[in-house]
């Protein structure tokens, strides 16, 4: 019974300091800071580096999970919307620490047209204050961040609501870019 009642009550902290630590704005990248330079495989295994988008606008959003109903709500407003957003000059990349193989499943099966890459243990989203550490779990926090053409975050999201998102993405845009 006692070892019952410690194990609860070990959970139940690691649930509550879990909770807060994920609620916890980011403070390691914000705007007017150079974004943070990554290499990582795409959903299709081929190697994506942020300098491949420079001289753009780019619109890295982190998400927790793969076919998740707020991360798919999300990633399929950003399809949805990616006309616009290629308008505005700029590109879309989702990060999230799945692997290659579950993004190049979740891409497909959602018709998603633009990169998913794979941040399989977690640095990138730990560089940009996005990693959500629970010692044997680790996800993205749901984070966005607008890169300007020359790769200074121009605009920070923490604790998206990913409803509408992408609406308040393309405003933005609009408003940064002068358009």
Same mark, same amino acid.
């Given at each position: 019974?006692?070892?019952?009642?410690?194990?609860?009550?070990?959970?139940?902290?690691?649930?509550?300091?879990?909770?807060?630590?994920?609620?916890?704005?980011?403070?390691?990248?914000?705007?007017?800071?150079?974004?943070?330079?990554?290499?990582?495989?795409?959903?299709?295994?081929?190697?994506? *580096?942020?300098?491949?988008? *420079?001289?753009?606008?780019?619109?890295?959003?982190?998400?927790?999970?793969?076919?998740?109903?707020?991360?798919?709500?999300?990633?399929?407003?950003?399809?949805?919307?990616?006309? *616009?957003?290629?308008?505005?000059?700029?590109?879309?990349?989702?990060?999230?620490?799945?692997?290659?193989?579950?993004?190049?499943?979740?891409?497909?099966?959602?018709?998603?047209?633009?990169?998913?890459?794979?941040?399989?243990?977690? *640095?990138?989203?730990?560089?940009?204050?996005?990693?959500?550490?629970?010692?044997?779990?680790?996800?993205?926090?749901?984070?966005?961040?607008?890169?300007?053409?020359?790769?200074?975050?121009?605009?920070?999201?923490?604790?998206?609501?990913?409803?509408?998102?992408?609406?308040?993405?393309?405003?933005?845009?609009?408003?940064?870019?002068?358009?």
């Amino acid at each position: 019974m006692l070892i019952k009642l410690i194990m609860y009550g070990l959970l139940f902290w690691l649930a509550v300091w879990g909770y807060r630590q994920y609620q916890q704005p980011s403070t390691r990248v914000s705007v007017g800071m150079k974004a943070p330079a990554f290499s990582l495989p795409d959903a299709q295994g081929n190697l994506r *580096q942020l300098s491949e988008w *420079q001289g753009k606008w780019l619109v890295l959003y982190f998400y927790p999970k793969d076919d998740t109903p707020g991360c798919t709500r999300e990633a399929c407003q950003f399809r949805d919307d990616i006309q *616009q957003i290629h308008a505005l000059g700029a590109e879309v990349v989702g990060i999230s620490v799945d692997t290659v193989a579950s993004h190049a499943a979740f891409a497909q099966k959602h018709r998603l047209s633009f990169p998913l890459l794979a941040d399989s243990n977690g *640095q990138v989203a730990d560089a940009y204050g996005a990693l959500f550490n629970l010692v044997v779990f680790q996800a993205a926090k749901r984070m966005t961040f607008i890169v300007d053409p020359q790769g200074v975050v121009a605009e920070s999201y923490s604790n998206v609501n990913p409803d509408g998102h992408s609406e308040a993405i393309i405003r933005d845009l609009k408003r940064l870019s002068a358009f």
